[in-house]
């Protein structure tokens, strides 16, 4: 296997209130072109972080990012990225959505009837064609997830990260959406990166599953190869006996061999886990001072 | 409903009220009613009763000029500014009607003859200070608004410029703008020196003064309103590696566009009653000027004609607040966003 992208002995440490806090620490990754990774792990262990110290948005402390033999510290259209929530432009229509990032990765090398075709071309393949000139807030969140991964796509990326793309979605959208991308990878080939919390996604779409261990200090821990033959067919698998051996097997690792500390350490974070369209970020958000704060008002209502 | 005024029961009067009832009960109807009795009714009723009020009350106060002047008067005194102005403009026209023909003769005598135009310089009417303060304002805020929202969106995008400028920011902001007035008079007086001003030196330094008191909330309000630019949005605009223009354009701008808004309103608000205030205290032409002469006039009408100025200082503030609603609306993304 010839190494396209490779993730060198990355650590990362975060300086916090109560002195650093190391997340991760020496993950080690080898990927060769055109495979499709997923990643997996308990809430807080350190996924996000990991793809975006390979998209570039977040420095690793030790150890770095080598993408077709030259090391990557920035982040660049060379790695597209699809966020959880979509992360459209709202005041742009979906057309111009993915036109801005054509014309800023292609600007000085395709014309513009080009970049026009090309924008045209992407969203097509994400099969919304039929919705150009509306306006982020006027489609459905698989819609937007779509416009998201169209515009990654229109970057022509070498890697397209993708953090838990379908998370917010609901679970019959999700599944459209997973056979969607498969569609797509069959035609692309592309490098992928995913995250996902999903284990039937991550068995899927998947030819490697890398398991995280928990943080802090995480690492990857197992790293599955599903050897099942494409395209794959959800309903055909259902009765797989060897689909479900790689089910078993990631289950097993989360639920066995890194079961979740009863006390988590890093963020007590609730995560949507079936039909919530509420963007995690809202979640995340919620002040933390809103705790003390109420037991403030409490011992003044006692006293 | 025919049936029911023809039903033997009922008498023509019944039938008509029956009528008018059915009218009156029919759902869409009810409901448009209600929103017009929202939208009208019941805001001309509340300005009948100030105006019974101001009416009744404005009479038992005695002052030194005569009782304070009531809608009826105001209303007068309304009418006889506006005639005023006209019979200026009429005398203007006389004048350089006048002007006009004696150079005509004298170009006729000696073609070669040196013809002046003099403007005229009758005293400014009320109409015309309402002008001078609109443009002085106008002027004003935007210089502010040129100078303030690159402040704001720099102070906004970065960290360090804003530590740095925020204390600045933070003691300037509550100075009143007539605590510079002397100041801007002095330095416009001393700076601004040439033979054929452009602009009047009094314009010049109530536009200054109002630039003063105009860039804070619009440097505040930016600011705030680019540094809570979703993070992801940000990172978008890392990944495709946008330029600081495409990124100002595309990103920071329509997405603190309200919150700069707020900032240019709250500012020309404020502007506008300090410009006022200034053309009170500087004798710098405007509609404070005007106020302030009429006070120190003194005649019997005086009171109601300050009065007729501070309506109608009121109404245009109203007025230049909705104007600026309504360019937040024309260059808005989010049409279907209520602003108010
Ligand atoms: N900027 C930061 N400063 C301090 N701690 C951070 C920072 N970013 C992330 N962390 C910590 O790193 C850990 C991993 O975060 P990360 O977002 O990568 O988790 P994750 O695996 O993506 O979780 P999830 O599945 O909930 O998205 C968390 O405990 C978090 O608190
Ligand atoms: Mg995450």
Known sequence: ?303 | MSAKILSPQHTFQAAWIDQFHAFCTSDALLKSGRKLAAALVIPAMALALFLILWGGLASRVETSLGTLPGPGKVWEQTQVLYQEHLTEREKAAAFYERQEQRNAAKLEKDPNAEVKVRPYTGKPTFIDQIFTSLGTVTTGFLIASIIAIPIGIICGLSATLYQALNPIIQIFKPVSPLAWLPIVTMVVSAVYVSDDPMFAKSFVTSAITVTLCCIWPTIINTTVGVSGIDKDLINVSRVLRLGWFTKTVKIVLPSAMPMIFAGLRLSLGIGWMVLIAAEMLAQNPGLGKFVWDEFQNGSSDSLARIMVAVLVIGFIGFLLDRAMLMLQRAVSWDKSSTIR
């Open chain 1, 1 to 303: 296997m010839s190494t396209y992208l490779s993730l060198e002995n990355i650590g990362i440490t975060f300086p916090t209130d109560k002195g650093p806090l190391t997340v991760l620490e020496d993950v080690n990754l080898k990927i060769a072109k055109g495979e499709f990774i997923s990643l997996i792990g308990h809430s807080g262990c350190g996924k996000s972080t990991v793809l975006n110290i390979v998209a570039g948005l977040l420095q690793a402390t030790t150890g770095g990012v080598v993408l077709e033999n030259s090391e990557v510290n920035q982040p660049g259209p060379d790695r597209a990225v699809v966020f959880q929530n979509h992360s459209l432009l709202p005041w742009l229509t979906v057309y111009d959505n993915v036109r801005l990032a054509v014309d800023q990765v292609f600007g000085k090398t395709k014309s513009k009837q080009e970049r026009h075709d090309w924008t045209l071309h992407n969203l097509e393949l994400v099969h919304m064609g039929h919705a150009l000139d509306r306006r982020p807030s006027e489609i459905s969140g698989g819609m937007k997830q779509r416009v998201g991964i169209a515009r990654a796509l229109a970057m022509e990326p070498k890697v397209l990260l993708m953090d838990e793309p379908f998370g917010a979605l609901d679970s019959l959208t999700r599944t459209h959406m997973q056979d969607s991308l498969m569609e797509i990878q069959a035609e692309l080939n592309n490098t992928v990166i995913m995250i996902t919390h999903d284990v039937d996604e991550a068995v899927l779409l998947s030819d490697r599953i890398v398991m995280m261990s928990n943080g802090p200090n995480a690492t990857v821990g197992e790293i599955l190869h599903i050897e099942l033959e494409r395209p794959r067919n959800r309903l055909e698998l259902a009765d797989d006996p060897t689909y479900n051996h790689y089910r078993a097997e990631v289950l097993r690792f989360l639920h066995e061999r890194h079961a979740q500390p009863d006390v988590p350490s890093g963020k007590p974070k609730a995560k949507p886990q079936e039909p919530t369209p509420a963007p995690v970020s809202v979640a995340q958000e919620t002040p933390v001072i809103e705790k003390p704060t109420q037991g403030h008002r409490l011992t003044l209502a006692v006293g």
